[in-house]
């Protein structure tokens, strides 16, 4: 027993320099090389860092295109879902409201054209995406305060439109942040 | 097609086509023979020498336990410190605080154990140098524990008649240096180059577009994200885990992610086939766990497309599936996907919130943690699967009135009594666990704690109930996933999973070995027309209704009174 004691703490700490100083510093020597030097790629405007590309943002000013419900209020230090569970009975409450403030807001909108996205949390609620469906139900009231062409804007969310990976895998998706700059970018 | 269905049947496709080469190579590897990673000798020679090992000592099945039992205790005692001080010692640029005692011996077991429950957030519960000099650590060392473990299983079964399982330490290093940590660097660095952070910078403050002061915290993750999936264990990062946008930002790395938690449990499998010179018995073993992930896979997938149907009361149509708590970069086909690959091994990270998943997904998921054995975790999957086998054996051997024999030993009473004892030893600890709670939450709502019962749930009724389900079956199966609803950072959910995640791991672990060992130095019988064969498609269906019958026996009434009971009130 006492061998096998000893021979552990000795492999433990041989094995906490490899596993624990090596590896991981070996990565993050690697990971300077990549978009971002690994601490995560940035969205720069006006020489100022607006966000970071993958993290979602909230956006709830009616001259922007809006992103998912967040059960953090996209809090970036403390990343989690509502955890609601699918029969909770206030958490459709929760639903049924999301749905009021959508129509509100587009009155030219039909409930079946409402995407399940945009009326339920995200797992993380810092989701960055929202369907080309979320954004095109939006054009209508964003073109509409910002007195753009709505064709412009369009234009805009099918340049924004992320096909599937390869055009094979996935789903498409828009990031509401990439979006949201380029529009502040329209004259 | 769908693109989100070819996403998965891709992901599924990459899986085998790296797990059947791999389970070659780790054959030949564990077996010593000549492999192309064999210029990492000297790398291994110098590790045992600095740790004054000698690896080719032989080990009966007694001395391997207790070489594992003593490294394994000696991390929980290290760790336990290391997590309660963790506010005194460096690389903590986030100024978090050290954790209590209860989710401090919360947290090291589970992390020992390879299970990862995280009764903490990684953005304010843990230090950089906590993330990786005791979780990203023990994601190595708990997965290599395992893999180790399992190798003496192979070795029991591979000669005659034996006392040698090999030796745990040589078995535990190479998992690591031959398996564990190369293909972790191969996957950190993809990670690292789809935008997961990989530098030891603190958080990070800006200005959102719109105005809003945000603060983001950051660190070293892709590092940890590797080993995460790779060595089945799941405790990841950030608390949101791989639905968090830096820990998994795009379609590729969810592929990246999802292939790499599956690729060691199903090559382990058809490795023990290869390494024992019965290529079949693998192969028979990974059409039974095949057709388990399937029937467990394919329901989840149709109703987690299928959406909630109390939203589409509302009018809305879901035309994707259901979203709550799911990502839109990944969408609900590969949540779900991922979903039951996570809980039939037993790696419990998540790409989207469980608790949020339809009643009918919850059922599946609890069932393969239950189950625990269709691949199972890094090495013990293949340990859980043993005693399904050796039960098989028992009454197979008693419907036909012979001797049962596995491999050309007799099984005799006390096998059987120690795969009896393991196998209930799971609904005992679930069981157990969850009437238990239910009891305090029930009957003493408002007793004096720091945390009241009553606030533990976050939904009410049949799903509250299932929430503390699978907490304890999750503890149980090792698996770390939870419904995170519940809340578990007190001293009941701290104290009372931390003994089923020790017995849960150990027992598991030490039963299979011991059979092992048992049967291995017992009088080899040469095969003859009344062997049971155990490499027949015949015995495989016959572990499969020995499985199914088992857990439907166990689990069945938990199930109906949570998830099952759930989905019909939906209905009405």
């Known amino acids: 027993m006492k061998t096998y004691l000893i021979q552990a703490i000795r492999l433990t700490v041989v094995l906490t320099v490899l596993l624990c100083v090596i590896y991981p510093v070996f990565i993050a020597f690697a990971g300077k090389l990549s978009k971002g030097a690994g601490n995560g790629e940035t969205i720069v405007v006006n020489g100022k860092v607006v966000g970071y590309a993958a993290v979602g943002q909230s956006f709830t000013k009616p001259q922007y295109f809006w992103g998912r419900p967040s059960a953090v209020a996209y809090n970036a230090a403390g990343s989690a879902g509502s955890n609601k569970g699918p029969s909770n009975p206030d958490y459709l409450k929760d639903v049924a409201k999301r749905i009021d403030t959508l129509l509100k807001y587009h009155p030219y909108l039909k409930r079946s054209n409402i995407p399940a996205e945009m009326v339920t949390a995200s797992g993380s609620g810092l989701d960055p995406d929202i369907s080309p469906e979320a954004a095109q139900i939006q054009i209508k009231r964003v073109a509409a305060y910002r007195k753009l062409d709505e064709t412009k804007v369009a234009k805009l969310v099918a340049d924004h439109t992320e096909g599937p990976l390869l055009g094979m895998f996935g789903p498409s998706k828009i990031n509401v942040l990439k979006l949201n700059v380029a529009l502040d970018g329209l004259k | ?572």
């Open chain 2, 1 to 572: 097609m769908n693109t989100e269905l070819t996403g998965i049947i891709a992901s599924f496709a990459i899986t085998l086509l790296i797990a059947i080469p791999l389970a070659k190579y780790l054959a030949k590897m564990f077996a010593g023979e000549k492999v192309w990673t064999d210029f990492l000798k000297p790398l291994e020679r110098g590790i045992f020498k600095l740790s004054g090992i000698n690896p080719n000592t032989p080990m009966n099945w007694k001395q391997f336990l207790k070489a594992m039992m003593t490294i394994n205790l000696f991390w929980l005692v290290y760790g336990f410190f290391a997590l309660i001080y963790q506010d005194k010692l460096p690389l903590n640029p986030d100024g978090n605080p050290g954790q209590t005692a209860d989710l401090a011996f919360n947290t090291i077991i589970s992390f020992v154990v390879n299970c990862n429950l995280q009764h903490y957030s990684g953005e304010s519960g843990a230090t950089y140098l906590t993330q990786h000099f005791i979780f990203m650590f023990l994601h190595f060392v708990s997965a290599a524990t395992g893999i180790a473990s399992a190798v003496a299983v192979f070795k029991a079964f591979r000669d005659k008649t034996t006392a040698d399982l090999g030796n745990f330490w040589n078995f535990f290093v190479k998992s690591i240096t031959r398996l564990l940590l190369p293909l972790s660097i191969i996957i950190a660095i993809i990670l690292t180059f789809n935008g997961t952070p990989s530098s030891y910078a603190g958080k990070d403050k800006f200005i959102s577009l719109q105005g809003d002061t945000v603060n983001l915290s950051r660190g070293p993750a892709a590092q940890m994200i590797a080993i995460k999936h790779l060595g089945t264990n799941g405790g990841g990062w950030f608390g949101a885990n791989s639905a968090h946008p830096l820990e998994n930002p795009n379609y590729l790395t969810n592929m990246t992610e999802i292939i790499s938690q599956f690729i060691i449990p199903v090559a382990m499998i058809l490795a023990f086939g290869y390494f024992i010179r019965r290529k079949k018995l693998g192969w028979v073993m990974f059409g039974v766990m095949m057709a388990g992930v399937l029937m467990l896979m394919l329901p989840t997938i149709s109703s987690e497309l299928g959406g909630n149907p109390l939203i589409a009361k509302m009018g809305i149509t879901q035309h994707t599936g259901a979203m709550e708590g799911k990502e839109v970069r990944f969408g609900p086909a590969a949540t779900a996907y991922w979903s039951t690959l996570t809980t039939v091994t037993s790696t419990g990270s998540v790409n989207g919130m469980h608790d949020s998943t339809m009643a009918l997904t919850g059922l599946w998921q609890l069932l393969a943690m239950m189950i625990n054995g269709f691949f199972g975790g890094c090495g013990v999957g293949l340990l859980n699967y043993f005693i399904y086998l050796i039960i098989a054996v028992f009454i197979s051997g008693l419907m036909v009135g012979r001797t049962p024999e596995f491999l050309g030993h007799k099984v005799e009473a006390r096998e059987v009594k120690i795969a009896a004892l393991i196998t209930l030893l799971s609904p005992f600890l679930i069981m157990t666990g969850t009437a238990l709670a239910s009891y305090v939450f029930v009957a003493h709502q408002n007793i004096d704690w720091a945390v009241k019962p009553s606030a533990w749930l976050n939904n009410p009724g049949y799903h509250g109930f299932s929430e503390m389900l699978y907490e304890y079956t999750s503890a149980n199966a090792n698996n770390g996933s939870g419904f995170e609803g519940l809340g578990d950072n007190n001293i009941w959910w701290n104290v009372s999973t931390g003994f089923v995640l020790i017995l849960g791991r150990f027992l598991p672990i030490i039963g299979p070995v011991a059979i092992a060992g048992l049967l291995a130095q017992k009088k080899f019988v040469p095969e003859s027309a009344g062997t049971l064969k155990v490499d027949t498609m015949t015995f495989g269906l016959m572990t499969f209704a020995v499985i199914l019958v088992l857990n439907a026996l166990s689990y069945f009434p938990a199930l109906a009174l949570g998830p099952i009971a759930e989905h019909f009130s939906m209905l009405k």
